[in-house]
């Protein structure tokens, strides 16, 4: 089944959707890995609409188990879960501000194609939840030359 199939489990299930992950924002991209999708819809159409149709196509919940999805979803504006089928992984969440933010990482990486997926994992994280990026001890530079005690 291609992608355009698989996607149509979205038609008049979401308010809006757009393909993303490395797949989209590297150059060239990867031929290994799966194809992300940004979901953007809301309580009435996840429950009435595409909740039964990921349960009728066979989508796993690769999220949290965090009981009632609907309920998990409304209760803060930058949550998601993730379902897959395949090689296809749709990013849902009900917030607006998650999915602009999700697509503002998405652009800046693509514009800088930026290939070391802990990159983009650390863009997506500034990005979405204004974490920084800290390297661990044995990313770190070794100490300068001078330094009587190397960093820690």
Known sequence: MNL???L????GACLNHQLVGSRITCNPPPTNTDQDVLVLTDKDLFESHLKPRLVEHSFDNDGSDCGDISEYLG???????SFSHGDLNLIITFSDQFY?????????AKLL???PKDHRIAL???VLYGNSYTPLPFDMP????WAE???A
């Open 4 to 6: 355009e199939t698989k």
């Open 8 to 11: 149509e489990v979205l038609k």
């Open 75 to 81: 209760e803060d504006e930058l949550t998601f879960q």
């Open 100 to 108: 602009r933010r999700f697509l503002a990482a998405t652009s800046i």
């Open 113 to 115: 194609n930026i290939m």
């Open 124 to 126: 997506f994280q500034a």
């Open 142 to 145: 070794p100490p300068a030359p």
């Open 149 to 151: 005690t190397p960093f």
